[in-house]
T-cell receptor, first 114, second 112 residues
Framework: GAGVSQSPSNKVTEKGKDVELRCDPISGHTALYWYRQSLGQGLEFLIYFQGNSAPDKSGLPSDRFSAERTGGSVSTLTIQRTQQEDSAVYLC????????????FGNGTRLTVT | GESVGLHLPTLSVQEGDNSIINCAYSNSASDYFIWYKQESGKGPQFIIDIRSNMDKRQGQRVTVLLNKTVKHLSLQIAATQPGDSAVYFCAESTNQGGKLIFGQGTELSVKP
């Protein structure tokens, strides 16, 4: 079946511009996650949505970062006034029930801020 | 803060040999552990998971061992193949937290 889909796959933007990254999770998955991965590094947790509960935003690095999940499905990660240190691969994942179930990842959006 | 770390950043093995990738975790409250494989340019791919009420779980050519006493996790790959070459990440979570915390990864290189 269809996996997690992310778009765009690559994004180049100028410093100071806003960007939106999109994630389509696996149908029926109640939990959705965003992670960030810098070159050669591990995955840094950003935000976690579980059903209708308030999202866990504890990993967002600054107030320039925000995310929404509409209708319990598609999610958008927005970065305002991008900085060069925001350059990374942004990975989205979904899981069937959240806690204690494996995450299924998309292939990410590679963001480059020039 | 709490973290998951790896003993070895790189591992090189001969095709056909067994591979062992190790991981230490620091949060004694973690009760769910998972291993991922990541190939270049792709998202992490689920390999195998284990809950804290188990100490061993086997999959196809892979085995995960959990030692809660010393907070250690390992991934064993039998008869390693060139297609196993990738970066391997361990991750942990708690029943209350939900989010997975990832280690830094080990790069596995398989020599033909």
């Amino acid at each position: 079946g269809a996996g997690v889909s992310q778009s765009p796959s690559n994004k180049v933007t100028e410093k100071g511009k806003d960007v939106e990254l999109r994630c389509d999770p696996i149908s029926g998955h109640t939990a959705l996650y965003w992670y960030r991965q810098s070159l050669g590094q591990g995955l840094e947790f950003l935000i976690y949505f579980q059903g209708n509960s308030a999202p866990d935003k504890s990993g967002l690095p600054s107030d320039r970062f925000s995310a929404e999940r509409t209708g319990g499905s598609v999610s958008t990660l927005t970065i305002q006034r991008t900085q060069q240190e925001d350059s990374a691969v942004y990975l989205c994942a979904s899981s069937l029930v959240g806690v204690g179930s494996p995450l299924h990842f998309g292939n990410g959006t590679r963001l480059t801020v020039t | 803060g709490e973290s998951v770390g790896l003993h070895l950043p790189t591992l090189s093995v001969q095709e056909g040999d067994n591979s062992i990738i190790n991981c230490a975790y620091s949060n004694s409250a973690s009760d769910y552990f998972i291993w991922y494989k990541q190939e270049s340019g792709k998202g992490p791919q689920f390999i195998i998971d284990i809950r804290s009420n188990m100490d061993k779980r086997q999959g196809q050519r892979v085995t995960v061992l959990l030692n809660k006493t010393v907070k250690h996790l390992s991934l064993q790959i039998a008869a390693t193949q060139p297609g196993d070459s990738a970066v391997y990440f361990c991750a942990e979570s708690t029943n209350q937290g939900g989010k997975l915390i990832f280690g830094q990864g080990t790069e596995l290189s398989v020599k033909p």
